[in-house]
């Protein structure tokens, strides 16, 4: 799958996504200053909510737990049409990231908000509530853009229903592991999880709302190709979800961690690196022939011992040798070759 001039999957760079969402607080300079410090961090992408609050939430709709005392609203609509953008400033700051050069990905929530999110971006993202909204998928689905496609809350069979039908439709995608709390105690982190979301044959990734940092280099061990994180100016301001984000040192030293844990995953296929090879062959032992022995002599167990360096015939082949005899005399202490046995 590609995202913009990124290829997304085992094998490629990890695709690492700053997530505003709404963390500039509806103030487009806010929303540009936040594109500015994740192209500083290092991310590869930043990411929008698009939505309109009378559009989105019903009347009888509730806060969830974690806003209840993070918001100062009478209802979700009230507060939600705090942050929300208008087509003028989805373009402002697409230009913006356009100039950093960092992909721009959004998030629509209602059908309205899907032509308004293609418009600007270079993928789709799919919240986790919505990866069963069929609706919306259908319309994010014809605008032809990739979609990541995050899970949190999510049962395995709703996720395999759920790859069924979009992979039918022929659209690239990418699944996200995700756990739908802000933030996520370590103990409910599940990672393993991003393993079986690679069944799916598709590629997969983690959006990360664990307060310790470590979490995002913990899950590129675990196959994440794409890594998605809540950057803020500041987690003690007031708002949704300042307090489980990272502030923008935090985000470069987490990205940093993330690139550090990709090095070292390192390239499938167990090979002899070039940075042992030294090692190797000073270490490997050799067959060396504990006694002076004449040609014709047949080998025996007793016969052999092991030393160091490994340049000789490999300790690993005492069984080839075992039996055979002595094509010339071998003295005391000599190294055995293939040349020596008949």
């Not at 996720?159 to 039908?165: K, N, Q, T």
């Not at 060396?288 to 011992?305: C, F, N, P």
Request: proline letters at 4%; one cysteine or more; glycine letters at 6%.
């Amino acid at each position: 799958m590609k995202i913009g001039p990124h290829t997304i999957g085992q094998g490629q760079p990890v695709f690492i996504v700053a997530e505003i969402g709404v963390n500039h607080d509806g103030s487009v300079d806010r929303a540009l200053e936040l594109v500015r410090h994740a192209k500083a961090a290092g991310a590869d992408a930043v990411k929008l909510q698009v939505f309109c609050a009378d559009t989105l939430v019903h009347r009888s709709a509730e806060f969830a737990e974690y806003q209840k005392d993070r918001v100062d609203a009478a209802d979700p609509a009230e507060m939600l049409r705090q942050y929300e953008l208008s087509d003028t400033a989805l373009a402002t700051i697409a230009g913006a990231a356009a100039a950093q050069k960092i992909a721009l990905i959004c998030t629509p929530f209602s059908r309205s908000d899907v032509p308004r999110a293609a418009a600007v971006s270079s993928a789709i993202k799919i919240a986790s509530p919505d990866i069963v909204n069929r609706l919306l998928l259908i319309d994010v689905i014809a605008t032809g853009l990739p979609m990541i496609v995050s899970t949190g809350a999510t049962t395995a069979d709703e996720i395999s229903s759920a790859v069924r039908w979009i992979s039918a439709q022929g659209t690239p995608f990418a699944l996200l592991h995700c756990v739908s709390n802000y933030p996520v105690e370590e103990s409910d982190a599940q990672l393993c999880w991003i393993q079986e979301l690679a069944k799916h044959g598709v590629p997969v990734g983690y959006s990360d709302h664990v307060s310790d940092p470590v979490a995002g280099a913990l899950s590129v061990a675990f196959g994440a190709s794409i890594i998605e994180k809540h950057l803020t100016y500041d987690c003690s301001a007031a708002g949704p979800d300042h307090s489980a984000s990272l502030e923008p040192v935090a985000m470069a030293d987490y990205i940093h961690r993330i690139r550090q844990a990709e090095r070292m995953m390192g390239r499938p296929g167990r090979r002899v690196l070039r940075c042992e090879e030294d090692v190797r062959r000073v270490s490997r032992q050799s067959l060396v022939l504990k006694a002076s022995r004449q040609a014709g002599h047949t080998l025996t167990l007793e016969d052999l011992t092991t030393q160091r360096p490994g340049t000789g015939l490999s300790a690993e082949l005492f069984e080839t040798v075992l039996g055979r005899t002595l094509a010339r005399s071998v003295r005391a202490g000599d190294m055995l070759s293939m040349k020596d046995v008949a």
